[in-house]
């Protein structure tokens, strides 16, 4: 029986398009159900104070840097989406005097607009905010140097061999998307050999640093929480990193604020990845087949799935 078109955007794949029973399913949750979702390999943490919520994430950069050597470096992968964090990173690190210069950090992401990665003075630039936000807080005798910092740009072959340099990277970190995204790993579209069936969990998973078109629920959002509303100043092409490199991190941590998914959203991709449904139309759900993944959750901003007029 072929597949559902979407209700969202009929020329792409998306949760819209899966099996009615696991929507249903993932909308009954509550809270308490959620956190009864935990197995080996997927635990799932509430915090109970946005406070909390991102100093533990915050905290994720210590731990994972402090471990970091000269002989042995150690990096994270880390997000825009949140980035409250980031502020408090670069204060731990001031404040407890740390000093990270063997440590390495990758960004998950960035525009692609004209061609090329857009250009750090772009006000959307992620590098931009890691940089802005993080790093040039950080004590200069503190800070790792530039080399240090992987940004992914439109050529990949420099970012993608840093993955295969010798660093290990202790934990990527994440946000989840509208379209239920990490990074910009958006679902494809529906054409081609796609066209009746999306990608297989296996064929989705070969998928490295890439250049990517986005879903438009993608843009939307990305308007709502960084621009204002303003759609027309969203680029509708990212540079993503991909499966490939998401597998080669010890652990995969993903933290919902409330913000940038919806409460059924954060439901969705939980239930999937606890009862290992791996479908490429929801694409955080790949996950369930990662042996070290973490949701974690601000108990406030979880919400819930029932109808209500406003």
Same mark, same amino acid.
């Given at each position: 029986?072929?597949?559902?078109?979407?209700?969202?955007?009929?020329?792409?794949?998306?949760?819209?398009?899966?099996?009615?029973?696991?929507?249903?399913?993932?909308?009954?949750?509550?809270?308490?159900?959620?956190?009864?979702?935990?197995?080996?390999?997927?635990?799932?943490?509430?915090?109970?104070?946005?406070?909390?919520? =991102?100093?533990?994430?915050?905290?994720?950069?210590?731990?994972?840097?402090?471990?970091?050597?000269?002989?042995?470096?150690?990096?994270?992968?880390?997000?825009?989406?949140?980035?409250?964090?980031?502020?408090?990173?670069?204060?731990?690190?001031?404040?407890?005097?740390?000093?990270?210069?063997?440590?390495?950090?990758?960004?998950?992401?960035?525009?692609?607009?004209?061609?090329?990665?857009?250009?750090?003075?772009?006000?959307?630039?992620?590098?931009?905010?890691?940089?802005?936000?993080?790093?040039?807080?950080?004590?200069?005798?503190?800070?790792?140097?530039?080399?240090?910092?992987?940004?992914?740009?439109?050529?990949?072959?420099?970012?993608?061999?840093?993955?295969?340099?010798?660093?290990?990277?202790?934990?990527?970190?994440?946000?989840?998307?509208?379209?239920?995204?990490?990074?910009?790993?958006?679902?494809?579209?529906?054409?081609?050999?796609?066209?009746?069936?999306?990608?297989?969990?296996?064929? =989705?998973?070969?998928?490295?640093?890439?250049?990517?078109?986005?879903?438009?629920?993608?843009?939307?959002?990305?308007?709502?929480?960084?621009?204002?509303?303003?759609?027309?100043?969203?680029?509708?092409?990212?540079?993503?990193?991909?499966?490939?490199?998401?597998?080669?991190?010890?652990?995969?941590?993903?933290?919902?604020?409330?913000?940038?998914?919806?409460?059924?959203?954060?439901?969705?991709?939980?239930?999937?990845?606890?009862?290992?449904?791996?479908?490429?139309?929801?694409?955080?759900?790949?996950?369930?087949?990662?042996?070290?993944?973490?949701?974690?959750? =601000?108990?406030?901003?979880?919400?819930?799935?029932?109808?209500?007029?406003?």
């Amino acid at each position: 029986m072929p597949r559902k078109l979407s209700s969202i955007a009929p020329g792409w794949w998306d949760y819209t398009t899966i099996d009615d029973d696991i929507i249903e399913a993932a909308a009954r949750l509550t809270p308490e159900n959620m956190l009864k979702l935990s197995r080996p390999g997927f635990k799932v943490v509430f915090y109970d104070t946005l406070e909390e919520f =991102y100093l533990a994430e915050a905290l994720e950069y210590i731990n994972a840097w402090i471990q970091s050597t000269e002989d042995n470096p150690v990096g994270i992968c880390g997000p825009i989406g949140p980035t409250e964090q980031l502020p408090l990173v670069a204060r731990l690190v001031n404040e407890l005097n740390r000093n990270v210069r063997s440590a390495h950090f990758w960004g998950m992401d960035e525009w692609f607009l004209d061609g090329r990665e857009v250009p750090v003075s772009h006000p959307l630039s992620f590098e931009r905010a890691d940089r802005e936000l993080c790093f040039d807080r950080m004590r200069k005798e503190l800070r790792m140097p530039d080399a240090n910092l992987h940004f992914p740009k439109a050529d990949t072959s420099a970012y993608r061999k840093s993955w295969d340099a010798g660093v290990r990277c202790a934990v990527m970190q994440g946000g989840q998307g509208d379209v239920k995204h990490w990074a910009f790993n958006d679902p494809l579209p529906r054409k081609g050999r796609f066209k009746n069936q999306p990608p297989s969990p296996a064929e =989705y998973r070969k998928l490295a640093t890439r250049v990517v078109d986005l879903h438009p629920l993608t843009i939307a959002q990305n308007a709502r929480t960084s621009g204002g509303g303003n759609i027309a100043l969203v680029p509708t092409k990212a540079i993503s990193v991909g499966p490939v490199e998401t597998w080669k991190a010890e652990k995969v941590s993903i933290w919902h604020a409330g913000r940038h998914d919806n409460p059924f959203g954060q439901r969705l991709s939980s239930f999937m990845i606890s009862r290992r449904i791996a479908d490429a139309s929801v694409p955080m759900s790949l996950l369930a087949d990662h042996p070290n993944v973490q949701f974690n959750f =601000y108990r406030g901003g979880i919400g819930r799935c029932e109808v209500e007029m406003h």
